[in-house]
């Protein structure tokens, strides 16, 4: 089984496909390693290619004839991807390993001709590696760092050139674990203890109490602790929305859209097992692995629905709180999931309607002096704060709630919760709390 064959599939399948590419790999590596092969190497490449391919397809058309490349098939041009990319990112490939064996690919895949072409590009930018991009701002950052240029051109808008530089620098590297400490089973003190004693690094976060961070995720998912559920993983902006829901014992709580189901399962935690959490995604195969971790982790207060969040009933205003974790363009979680950056079947038309539907919905759940939560996980403002605005215009029982009274000031603005990757050194989030009036 060849390692760089099974990554040159897995990304001609997502970039050909927009598909997602986690489900393709953890399929893939539990093959690779029955076989004894490098799964490390696969994931290295799938997502090193589908995360930077803009930039990888902007070099590659330096070292041939325009209109040749451009003729190219997509499937010549995503092995040249895939060699270049062990060229320019990796410090543990040689050059002459990367062009010898993208080359034998495309023997196999295709024929002698294809792979003289592949070698050609390979070799020539092997001589000459030196890279100058446009000088146009929009097309230097979006083919230097490997974005939309319509994103680029969104972000300078919302935070000039020096923050959008920042964020593009943050959005490609190797994203770091977010560990949230289960208090019903351990505290984080035992934990600290635990991976210290176990050698495993890590550093506390300063904006959630019982989050720890660290960069040796291979060592954290097989330790003994996460099998047993002393943590979950979770990053520390998707734990804020839940410290800004606030839960508290004894109540009833609703979460619309709820897998992966890390927000029902935070709250299942901090309400000590009490009152009731109606957990709902449309997906069974969610649904399910929701389960698993509600089990590992101890929590008896979850209760799971395999229904469409707009067919679940009875529609009643009896819910303490309501949390809507909606679909959205997931601007903020660019570093974790590569693929979102290119998917265009992710039209924003599309999810505000969804969007709205959501928060019309939610909110009918609502009981009087209740609270509804909306969050994303987008920078997007058209899918956050101008959402909010144009609910409230058309929902005058509901107020917004200061995010500043539940969490850090510094994930706050006009009143929301809003993590920045650039600022927060986490993923970008938003979300906005709402309470209902108590009535008569």
Request: a positive charge; aromatic letters at 10%; glycine letters at 4%.
């Amino acid at each position: 089984m060849n390692v760089r064959i099974e990554a040159y599939k897995i990304i001609q399948k997502v970039l050909s496909k927009n598909i997602f590419s986690d489900k393709l790999l953890k399929h893939m590596t539990k093959k690779l390693k029955a076989a004894d092969k490098n799964a490390h190497l696969l994931y290295f490449l799938v997502k090193g290619v589908i995360k930077m391919h803009k930039n990888l397809e902007y070099i590659a058309s330096l070292h041939t004839d325009d209109k040749k490349y451009a003729k190219t098939d997509k499937n010549v041009k995503y092995l040249i991807y895939l060699g270049l990319y062990q060229m320019i990112y990796s410090d543990n490939i040689p050059d002459y390993a990367a062009i010898n064996e993208t080359v034998e690919i495309a023997k196999k895949k295709f024929n002698k001709g294809i792979a003289h072409f592949v070698n050609a590009v390979l070799r020539s930018y092997q001589r000459k590696p030196e890279l100058s991009y446009p000088k146009d701002k929009v097309k230097n950052l979006a083919y230097k760092y490997s974005f939309k240029e319509d994103q680029i051109k969104t972000w300078l808008s919302y935070w000039g050139e020096e923050n959008t530089t920042i964020l593009c620098k943050y959005f490609n590297q190797v994203p770091k674990l977010h560990i949230r400490v289960n208090n019903l089973k351990t505290n984080i003190e035992e934990i600290i203890k635990y991976f210290n004693d176990n050698k495993i690094s890590f550093k506390k976060s300063d904006l959630v109490s019982n989050i720890l961070i660290s960069d040796e995720a291979r060592k954290i998912l097989n330790c003994s602790a996460f099998q047993d559920g002393l943590f979950s993983i979770q990053d520390s902006s998707a734990a804020l929305v839940v410290e800004l829901m606030s839960p508290q014992i004894d109540e009833s709580i609703l979460d619309l859209f709820a897998a992966p189901g890390g927000k029902s399962t935070y709250c299942a935690e901090i309400m000590e097992n009490s009152g009731e959490i109606i957990s709902v995604d449309k997906f069974p195969y969610k649904i399910k692995k929701l389960k698993k971790s509600v089990h590992k982790l101890g929590l008896r207060n979850i209760q799971m629905n395999a229904i469409d969040a707009f067919e679940f009933g009875p529609v009643a205003p009896a819910y303490d709180r309501v949390l809507l974790d909606v679909p959205c363009t997931g601007w903020g979680v660019f570093q974790r999931k590569s693929e979102l950056r290119w998917q265009a079947h992710q039209k924003i038309k599309e999810l505000q309607k969804i969007q709205r539907h959501a928060l019309s919905r939610g909110a009918k759940f609502v009981r009087p002096g209740g609270f509804l939560i909306y969050s994303t996980c987008t920078l997007n403002r058209r899918e956050n704060e101008d959402m909010i605005e144009y609910f409230l215009e058309k929902h005058k029982d509901f107020k917004l709630v200061p995010a500043e009274n539940y969490i850090p000031r510094k994930c706050t603005a006009n009143g929301y919760l809003k993590t920045l990757p650039f600022k927060d050194n986490m993923d970008g989030a938003f979300a906005a709390k709402l309470q209902k009036d108590k009535g008569v």
